[in-house]
């Protein structure tokens, strides 16, 4: 060792506490940081002790799967049938108050004021649920489409369960009635932006919702499930309620117009034993009692034509229509329709009739004539209802797209126009799934070549009469019948014709649909031997009309699918789904009450 290094050895200090030897700079350090710490040690263990966080019942809830989620609340509202405090459904609650009216009506109050003498009565469900503390909880609560804040303080507690309890067992979704008075409220953070509220004194536990609803943060998307939930759909989202509440103003607005116009409304047999009035494929069903099959009904058409027979010159019906056809975007196997008959009105009084209906009707509900329409691939069509329709006559306009002359009306129905449409398929590289015949290929045609150009409501007219087993021959043009579709965004929504009244012709036509279904056309209309008597008492000139009203609801909502205006749209069975999964009676072991059944009288 040198000296230098012995040196340096000498200036070190001893760490007592690491048994190191370090500099003096550095024991001070070290020395310096040990007291701190002790000081802190000192210091933590004078706090008095933390209290731990409360959590409340719904934050622990939330992380529950929705099966221990179910089980538990279906527990616990077990436990209150048995006890009765309270009683988890009471038979009345008296509402006085409409949520929407109240929203109207106490908007002007200012942040602070309220009306503590003016009682409140209002049933509604719980969405959100905060809980500030023992004193106080704040709801937020729909009833009516429309939703309203629930402001709840021990200090204003009445009746007779104490607040506590009246609060506890509530959760979301349930349905609660509130009494209260208005009032807004006025935070200390921002006092002039007060929410308007019902500072509630009492609040009643109406029905439990035993399953968690969806949060509104995320909502409930989920298509298919809100088709088959549809009850959870309209709780969730305001869009789907908003579209029914719509589909109902239309219809009141169609029957409206009809009795206005001295049309009454009839109701005609849902089974028949011949499936007629429309070119479709029926259900079948079957009558026990009588052993006989019947057929569902595909339109109430010839039922509503032998009521002009007998003298009822202006019947209409709105009513549903069962066909045993595909399910689409547009199709569904039961669909509701508003037909009309008019005695001594033809086709040409329909198209005025049918736009002044729809083109009011647009503007009753739209509040303008123009509306906007979107596809499935995201297209926008803008609408313009207002009248005049254009129009369109279809074999004109078929020989303009093809290029081709097509035959005289009074040969559409021939072989040898069955092989000319044949050909015009295949230059035109359009295909049509058997069987072939001529109705068949000429709706092709016109589905590829002219519906999709009628974005705005146009009329299609000029039809080959046998497309049209019931309508009137045309009075010009020999081989075509009196009849008009109305197209929208390239879907019918109207058809309608001058009513056939010749019982000679009816069962000439009713024999060409005949010899149709023996080519396999499934679709194609049978005999109806009754409707062809009636005819033969006179059945005056009338003016036939239908209407799909799920389509119409389609175009004035936005909305492409079918099952959007539909309350409950037909579904396919999930597989697998439903068997394993427990009642509300299971989960708690409820035995059903004996029920006897009383035979109908």
């Known amino acids: 060792m040198t000296n230098?290094?012995?040196?340096?050895?000498?200036?070190?200090?001893?760490?007592?506490?690491?048994?190191?030897?370090?500099?003096?700079?550095?024991?001070?350090?070290?020395i310096k940081q040990r007291e701190l710490e002790e000081k802190k040690k000192a210091k933590a263990a004078a706090a008095p002790p933390k209290i731990a966080k409360h959590t409340s019942a719904e934050e622990e809830e939330s992380n529950l799967t929705p099966n221990q989620y179910y089980e538990i609340r279906c527990a616990k509202i077990q436990k209150l049938r048995q006890i009765k405090k309270p009683d988890p459904y009471p038979h009345k609650f008296q509402v006085t108050t409409d949520l929407r009216d109240f929203?109207?009506?106490?908007?002007?109050?200012?942040?602070?004021?309220?009306?503590?003498d003016v009682e409140c009565r209002v049933g509604g469900r719980i969405y959100t649920k905060r809980v500030s503390g023992t004193k106080l909880v704040f709801y937020d609560v729909r009833a009516e489409g429309v939703k309203v804040q629930i402001m709840c303080q021990m200090q204003e507690a009445s009746g007779s369960v104490p607040f506590e309890d009246q609060h506890d067992h509530l959760r979301r979704g349930d349905i609660i009635g509130i009494i209260g008075y208005p009032g807004r409220t006025a935070p200390r953070s921002r006092p002039d932006e007060g929410e308007l509220s019902i500072f509630a004194t009492e609040i009643i536990l109406l029905t439990p919702c035993l399953h968690q609803i969806p949060s509104e943060h995320y909502g409930f998307k989920d298509q298919e499930q809100r088709y088959r939930q549809r009850y959870l759909d309209l709780i969730m989202n305001d869009n789907a309620r908003n579209v029914f509440i719509t589909r109902s103003k239309m219809i009141t607005y169609i029957r409206k117009f009809l009795d206005e116009k001295d049309f009454i409304e009839v109701e005609t047999p849902m089974m028949n034993a011949i499936a007629g009035g429309a070119t479709a494929k029926p259900f079948i069903t079957h009558h026990n009692d009588l052993n006989m099959d019947l057929f569902m009904r595909v339109a109430p058409e010839l039922y509503l034509k032998m009521l002009v027979v007998g003298g009822l010159e202006r019947v209409y019906e709105l009513g549903r229509q069962f066909r045993n056809e595909g399910i689409d975007l547009t199709h569904n196997p039961e669909f509701t329709t508003a037909e009309f008959y008019m005695a001594y009105a033809d086709v040409y009084d329909l198209m005025d009739i049918t736009e002044d209906l729809v083109s009011g009707l647009v503007k009753h509900i739209a509040g303008s004539y123009e509306t906007k329409f979107r596809t499935q691939t995201g297209e926008e069509y803008q609408v313009n209802w207002n009248k005049p329709w254009k129009r369109v006559e279809m074999i004109p306009a078929l020989e303009v797209a093809c290029g081709e002359k097509f035959p005289p009306g009074e040969e559409l129905h021939t072989d040898s126009t069955n092989n000319?449409?044949?050909g015009v398929l295949k230059k035109m590289k359009v295909e049509c799934t058997p069987p072939q015949t001529n109705a068949r290929m000429l709706d092709k045609l016109v589905g590829e070549f002219i519906e999709e150009k009628c974005i705005n409501p146009t009329f299609i007219t000029g039809h080959p009469q046998m497309m049209s087993p019931l309508a009137k021959y045309h009075r010009e043009n020999p081989g075509l019948c009196e009849?008009?579709?109305?197209?929208?965004?390239?879907?019918?929504?109207?058809n309608a014709y001058t009513e056939l009244n010749d019982p000679f012709d009816q069962r000439l036509r009713f024999e060409e649909q005949a010899r149709q279904k023996d080519q396999g056309d499934d679709e194609a209309q049978m005999v109806d031997?009754?409707?062809?008597?009636?005819?033969?008492?006179?059945?005056?000139?009338?003016?036939?009309?239908?209407?799909?009203?799920?389509?119409i609801v389609m175009f004035l909502t936005d909305h492409y699918s079918i099952k959007e205006v539909l309350a409950f749209p037909f579904m396919k069975d999930e597989v697998g789904q439903g068997k394993e999964k427990k009642t509300a009676a299971e989960v708690v072991d409820v035995t059903p009450t004996v029920v006897e059944g009383i035979p109908h009288k």
């Open 483 to 494: 009849r008009f579709e109305a197209f929208v965004c390239k879907k019918e929504i109207v």
């Open 529 to 551: 031997e009754n409707f062809c008597t009636s005819l033969e008492f006179g059945l005056p000139p009338t003016g036939g009309w239908g209407m799909g009203i799920d389509r």
């Open 420 to 422: 000319f449409l044949k």
């Open 4 to 30: 230098e290094t012995a040196g340096e050895v000498a200036k070190l200090h001893l760490d007592e506490v690491t048994g190191e030897k370090v500099s003096k700079t550095e024991l001070k350090k070290r």
């Open 103 to 116: 929203l109207k009506k106490y908007e002007s109050l200012k942040p602070g004021e309220h009306l503590k």
